[in-house]
């Protein structure tokens, strides 16, 4: 146990270490000036530039370079933004709960969905429900995301009018960003209206949503599955059968269980297609996430943005999979090493 | 003594053969074949099928609706954009961009994949480790990520993007070949030819890329869906293909402008990028299944 | 089944998350205009910015001017001078400045007096004195002054006592009053800035400003939205709404979406392509005006081979002014001619202009050398403009004009800040942009755009300087007589077709879009959009 956390650790280490390194090669391959995509300051004259050059260690060797790139890292000093002159640590703690909080209401709506759903489909296989649902999941698998939010906005938000296209919550809440997450912020605020704040935090939600989960539906929906059936054509099921017990005890003590556990590995790899899809529908949406600033920031060309934003994403997906990774491995220790299947 | 064989009479379907009965049998993988089959013919010989020049404006006839709507024309099947140019004509070049370039960009990342992934296939220990978990790293990368980092370097365009995307789909090649080869390797066949005094390359390419084949297409098809939508996806977000080559994602984003005047500019292409993507789905799951199929009898 | 039950109870809380749509669109809803803007403003100061955005985003919100334009027959009413005298030879004016107007109170500043002469002194020093302590700050350019040569031709300022300013001009400029009124010449507070001062932090005077105007600036987060909230002590005492907000949004479709879903309640610059739906429906409200403006194509006349006029004939004969109207403004704009629309009162009917005519362009690019091939870039500025609201389909529509004559384009387009960095620059060939008239005066439009003192400070995209120009326009200045001015004015014409540092292509109609809960909006002849006195009923 300890030895398989140690190495998830040092994975974990490296990977960071890997990301980290990229993310400061990143600041000589992008044009420009090398101490301006570092800082995000552009100097004003050349002492400025000189103490700015010590600070960074631009005359040592890139070993050192870094060495000291990773500390600004790790205390927080993560530059400025070109554009707005924000420190961008300030500028990620704003984006990056946006598009986790989103992110995590489409996973939640995909599990909650998307299991039950395959699981029944998976249990009555090759009949008429299973291929209306088959079919169904196939084609909401093959929309693309922004097509799908695109659809949505045109139906909901500008034909029959029940859903905002834009923003988490009416401006006119005066929300201040404790944690990012607008719906925990939401009862931290002050001076406003809770519930109606609520309710319209809710409704800026649904759509979003919904265009993300359908995609994660369907594609929760074809694993769940092809899982059962795995499980399902397995002896012990059969043997199960044999001794008598009813339908209902064996899918919930032999399938479900045995169904469940090859899903989350799989789960993983959903996560970076769900943030991918998080990123393009939160342009869309005017969602002020991580995906909409880095957009932004490449419109503008802010490099130090761009840096920055692509190792917290980075740093957030990788995270995420090897917790998920992990915690596979820690409730399933027989398996030596899960394949990825694809959906 | 009579003259007769006792095999005569039997074929021995290939196992390609059979797969490609079990594919025949399920009729919605042979129509997404034949959809596909469409989309590759518009892909091949788009000049030849278009009524009018994709980038060719023309300021008489702009944002004309589509042949069955009350005002359009059938001079303009699916109407006009907001600079008189032909949207039919357009989704063809279209196609023929999005599905050219997303094809060409798997069998590239196929290649890299096939060739990196049998090497750290055969190679062991620490290095091929290494390999795998640096790759587990690269896959969790978003694409857009990928894409945005690349475009910052080197600028925007289509191939450009085509490299982002690229880059993000090796990984999963190479996973997957390291996988195959590594249980390969392992089996009786292959030390068979390794005790004859193969070397390498002959074990390669005599023993376990035959096998590979099939795995390769599922995972190719698979991989060309979510090309087409990161193709379309970067060339809607404007990272990708620049106006005014059309391709599918960027003639939505431009169409985004006139949305409520001319609905068909947002429609359409959409429609397009899904169905192809509905058809490669469709064949790759036909395949899959019919893959299963012939294993399991 | 079970799991179908568990399915059924999803779907069935899917419902009714959205069953309980539409919160009430009441009471609350109600208190805070929101306006959908187009674009990051540089800044809250519009002394440091000719942009549109920056002036929207602050000069009738946060702050008053001395002198403002009526809003309905553009002429010049007293603001915060309630009067003002001119001596006989039009070189001194005096100033009497209104009593008790307040500055904001905000948490970062408590004004302990009200406006007075030591503050209409404080801002016009700034951008006048280059000595002056906050004139450095923020760039230490004044875009607008500088393009006017304003700030050499005041002589001196002085004050003659607390609530009495005297300016004294060493040249006669008969603009001089008009220019006082444009949204750029705002009355900051001296004391806010004398307190910065002393906190070293002089940059926040612009960045967060404190102003006598009706709103008072609250705060602001890049690519999102601007918060304001009334000034309840504003000197007008205007029946506002209680909260301002704007909600910036650059695509000009999604503005109109929200529009239409109610989450915006007035728009910037809806699409020409759009005007027709915002008539068609009935919630909606579309003013129009017509627009003191001109969308151009001007070419960097410091880079070979455009600083050859041949060359630039050519290229304007290669074009078909006519078509990008209508492909691109869809008849919300008329041909330009110079560089006055029809609504100035020197505008001269009978100007020459270049027509379309390939074969001439064509031989003009033999004659000067330029062989079929040669490339050049046109830049397209991002954002949409009433006078050019779509650039890159106006560029992709001459990049086709420009390839029967036998010139490759290549279209070049950044985001705005940068864009107008690197025109400063002159890394440009050619560049689609235009500009919107300040004041009513045509001193306004030839002054900025085109004469040499207008270089440095980026209004002048030609780059082209001309000597005999700068005096025609100077002589202009000189006598307050209509006629004779218009006079002068066509000779500057027809220097300018003769020179062509720009083709002149639109002057567009002014349209704003909002929704009838609005009442009393109104839109400004010059300049930005107001929401003093604006307020919204459900």
Redesign the interface.
């Given at each position: 146990m300890i030895r398989i956390l140690l190495r998830y650790i040092i994975l974990f280490v490296l990977t960071l270490l890997v990301l980290a390194g990229l993310s400061f090669s990143l600041a000589y391959l992008f044009p420009g000036d090398v101490l301006a995509n570092l800082t995000g300051i552009t100097a004003q004259n050349e002492m400025q530039r000189a103490a700015l050059a010590q600070q960074f260690h631009l005359d040592s060797g890139y070993i050192v370079q870094f060495y000291h790139y990773l500390k600004n890292l790790l205390t927080g000093n993560w530059g400025y933004s070109f554009i707005s002159g924000m420190p961008l640590s300030e500028e990620v703690r704003l984006a990056l709960p946006a598009t986790i909080e989103l992110a995590t209401y489409a996973m939640l709506l995909a599990i909650v969905i998307g299991i039950p759903v395959g699981c029944y489909a998976g249990l009555r296989s090759y009949t008429a429900a299973d291929y209306t649902i088959n079919s169904a999941s196939m084609i909401g698998y093959s929309f693309p995301v922004f097509w799908l939010a695109l659809l949505f906005i045109l139906m909901f938000s500008l034909e029959w009018n029940i859903a905002p296209l834009s923003g988490r919550i009416s401006l006119l809440f005066e929300v201040p960003p404790k944690t990012g997450f607008i719906l925990i912020d939401i009862l931290f605020a002050d001076n406003i209206n809770r519930l109606l704040a609520f309710r319209d935090a809710l409704h800026h939600l649904m759509l979003p949503t919904l265009a993300i989960s359908v995609i994660s539906i369907a594609s929760m929906v074809r694993i769940t599955r092809r899982s059962v059936i795995e499980v399902k054509n397995k002896p012990f099921v059969a043997a199960a059968r044999t001794r008598g017990l009813s339908q209902g005890q064996i899918f919930y003590r032999h399938i479900l269980r045995n169904a469940l556990l090859p899903i989350l590995p799989l789960m993983a790899i959903q996560i970076t297609t769900l943030i991918t899809n998080a990123m393009i529908v939160e342009t869309l949406f005017s969602w002020p996430g991580i995906g909409n600033w880095l957009i932004q920031a490449i419109y503008q060309r802010d490099y130090p943005a761009l840096r920055i934003g692509m190792l917290a994403v980075a740093f957030m997906v990788v995270t995420l999979t090897i917790l998920i990774d992990l915690f596979n491995r820690v409730i399933d220790p027989s398996r030596e090493k899960y394949e990825r299947v694809a959906v | 003594m009579s003259q007769f064989s006792l095999y005569e009479e039997e074929s021995h379907p290939t196992p390609l053969q059979r797969t490609w009965r079990e594919f025949r049998a399920s009729h919605i993988a042979f129509v997404g074949l034949v959809v596909l089959a469409v989309f590759f013919f518009f892909a091949l010989f788009a000049p030849l099928v278009v009524p009018y020049d994709p980038i060719q404006q023309n300021l008489n006839s702009l944002l004309i609706p589509p042949s069955w709507e009350r005002n359009g024309t059938i001079d303009h099947l699916f109407g006009t954009d907001a600079l008189g140019r032909d949207v039919f004509s357009r989704i063809i070049y279209g196609c023929r961009v999005t599905f050219g370039s997303s094809l060409l960009l798997v069998i590239i990342a196929m290649g890299l994949g096939v060739t990196i992934g049998t090497v750290a296939g055969m190679l062991s220990g620490v290095r091929s480790s290494v390999v795998n978990h640096l790759l587990d790293a690269l896959m969790a990368i978003p694409t857009l990520l990928i894409a945005i980092i690349i475009v910052a370097v080197v600028g925007t365009g289509l191939v450009n993007s085509m490299w982002a995307i690229t880059l993000a789909l090796t990984p999963q090649f190479i996973h997957y070949t390291r996988t195959f080869v590594r249980s390969e390797m392992k089996k009786e066949y292959v030390l068979a030819s390794r005790l004859d005094g193969a070397n390498a390359w002959q074990l390669f390419t005599h023993s376990i890329l035959p096998n590979m084949i099939e795995m390769l297409v599922v995972q190719g098809t698979l991989a060309l869906s979510i090309a087409i939508i990161d193709v379309s996806a970067l060339g809607f977000l404007n990272l990708g293909a620049q106006p005014p080559l059309p391709e599918l994602g960027a003639i939505l984003a431009d169409g985004l402008d006139v949305a409520y005047l001319a609905p068909w500019n947002v429609a359409l292409p959409g429609l397009s990028i899904f169905l192809m993507v509905l058809a490669i789905n469709i064949v790759g799951d036909g395949l899959r299944s019919a893959l299963r199929k012939r294993v399991s009898r | 089944?079970?799991?179908?039950q568990?399915?059924l109870i999803?779907f069935i809380s899917?419902v009714a998350?959205?069953a309980?749509?539409?919160?009430p669109k009441e009471g609350?809803?109600q208190?805070?205009i929101?306006y959908c803007s187009e674009s990051?403003p540089a800044n809250f100061n519009p002394q440091l910015d000719t942009s549109s955005t920056t002036s929207d985003a602050s000069s009738h919100q946060i702050y008053d001017r001395l002198l403002d334009f009526d809003a309905d027959s553009g002429r010049i009413i007293p603001s915060l001078a309630s009067s003002w005298k001119v001596s006989d030879d039009g070189l001194t004016y005096t100033f009497q400045l209104r009593r008790n107007v307040p500055f904001h109170t905000t948490d970062y500043f408590t004004p302990s007096r009200p406006m007075n002469a030591d503050d209409v002194i404080f801002s016009l020093n700034r951008w006048r004195l280059p000595q002056h302590p906050f004139h450095q700050v923020s760039g230490g350019r004044y875009p607008y002054f500088e393009s006017l040569g304003l700030a050499d031709n005041i002589r001196q300022i002085e004050r003659i006592n607390g609530y009495r300013v005297k300016i004294t001009l060493s040249q006669r400029d008969s603009s001089f009053l008009a220019n006082l009124a444009t949204d750029f010449s705002v009355i900051l507070s001296f004391e806010y800035a004398e307190a910065l001062l002393r906190e070293a932090a002089p940059e926040r005077l612009d960045h967060y400003p404190i102003g006598t105007g009706p709103y008072k600036f609250e705060s602001y987060?890049?690519?999102?939205?601007i918060?304001y909230v009334t000034h309840t002590e504003h000197w007008k005492a205007l029946s506002q709404a209680p909260?301002l907000?704007y909600?910036i949004?650059p695509?000009?479709?999604?503005r109109?979406?929200?529009l239409?879903?109610?989450?915006c309640d007035a728009i910037a610059f809806p699409?020409q392509?759009?005007l027709?739906?915002i008539r068609d429906r009935e919630e909606l409200e579309l003013a129009k005006k017509p627009g003191l403006n001109i969308g151009f194509w001007a070419f960097n006349t410091r880079r070979p081979p455009f600083d050859n006029p041949d060359v630039r004939r050519a290229l304007a004969y290669a074009i078909d002014k006519n078509?990008l109207l209508?492909?691109v403004y869809f008849d919300s704009a008329t041909r330009a001619r110079s560089l006055l629309p029809a609504a100035s009162w020197a505008y001269q009917a009978d100007a020459e202009d270049t027509a379309y005519n390939p074969a001439v362009a064509r031989q003009l690019l033999k004659k000067a050398g330029i062989e079929p091939g040669f490339t050049m870039t046109i830049w397209a500025m991002p954002i949409e403009r009433a006078y050019n609201p779509?650039a890159?389909?106006m560029a992709?529509?001459m990049q086709?004009y420009l390839a029967d004559v036998g010139i490759v384009v290549n279209i070049v387009t950044?985001?705005w800040?940068?864009f107008r960095k690197h025109l400063r620059e002159g890394l440009h060939d050619s560049v689609l942009i235009g500009w919107s008239a300040d004041n009513g005066d045509p001193d306004n439009f030839y002054r900025p755009l085109l004469s040499c003192g207008a270089i440095p400070s980026g209004t002048n995209r030609a780059m082209w300087c001309n000597e005999k120009y700068d005096a025609l326009i100077n002589e202009a200045l000189q006598t307050e007589d209509l006629a004779k001015r218009k006079a002068i004015y066509q000779r500057v014409n027809n220097l300018l077709f003769d020179e062509l540092p720009l083709v002149p292509i639109a002057h567009a109609f002014r349209y704003r879009a909002y929704r009838k809960e609005l009442k009393g909006m109104q839109i400004n002849p010059y300049g930005g959009i107001r929401f003093g006195g604006v307020t919204k009923k459900l």
């Open positions: - | - | 089944m079970n799991s179908l568990f399915i999803c899917l998350i959205s309980c749509s539409q919160p609350f809803y208190s805070g929101m990051n987060r890049k690519d999102h939205h918060r909260r907000i909600d949004t695509k000009s479709s999604l109109l979406a929200k239409i879903t109610g989450e699409a392509t759009e027709d739906i078509t209508e492909a779509n890159a389909k992709e529509l086709r950044y985001d800040t940068t």
